[in-house]
């Protein structure tokens, strides 16, 4: 629970599963055709919008996390869908999707504060 699922409640449901389908989407093709470079440059396009429109961290990177974490739990379920290594594959592919989310939100908000300065 914070901002980053009160934002996402606010929206209509179909918009929540579009939302979560595109990031599941993009991090499966990343499976199916072997690299993960799309669903990166997805992440890093992301993080740098929220940056640049002023959002929080903790809504930006909050929900990234939420969708790890709700990934990770969907593939733990019984029966596993997938085996142990491959669930922790798909999470960790998710981590680095964060990761980016992260790291371009930051240098889109660093880039900010520079401009605002001057």
Same mark, same amino acid.
């Given at each position: 629970e914070g901002?980053?699922?009160?934002?996402y409640? !606010?929206?209509?449901p179909?918009?929540?599963?579009?939302v979560?389908?595109?990031?599941?989407?993009?991090?499966?093709?990343?499976?199916?055709?072997?690299s993960?470079?799309?669903?990166?440059e997805?992440?890093?396009?992301?993080?740098?919008g929220?940056?640049?429109a002023?959002?929080s961290?903790?809504?930006?990177?909050?929900? /990234?996390?939420a969708l790890?974490?709700?990934?990770?739990?969907?593939?733990?379920?019984?029966?596993?869908?997938l085996?142990?290594?491959e669930?922790?594959?798909?999470?960790?592919?998710?981590s680095?999707l964060?990761? !980016?989310?992260?790291? /371009?939100?930051?240098?889109?908000?660093?880039?900010?504060?520079a401009r605002? /300065?001057?």
């Amino acid at each position: 629970e914070g901002p980053a699922e009160a934002a996402y409640r !606010r929206l209509p449901p179909p918009e929540r599963r579009t939302v979560v389908r595109a990031w599941v989407d993009a991090l499966a093709d990343g499976f199916q055709s072997g690299s993960l470079a799309d669903a990166l440059e997805r992440a890093e396009t992301y993080g740098r919008g929220h940056g640049l429109a002023g959002s929080s961290a903790e809504v930006t990177l909050g929900g /990234s996390l939420a969708l790890e974490r709700a990934i990770d739990r969907a593939l733990a379920e019984d029966p596993a869908p997938l085996s142990d290594d491959e669930r922790r594959e798909v999470v960790a592919a998710m981590s680095q999707l964060t990761v !980016r989310v992260a790291t /371009s939100w930051a240098a889109a908000v660093a880039g900010r504060g520079a401009r605002a /300065s001057a």
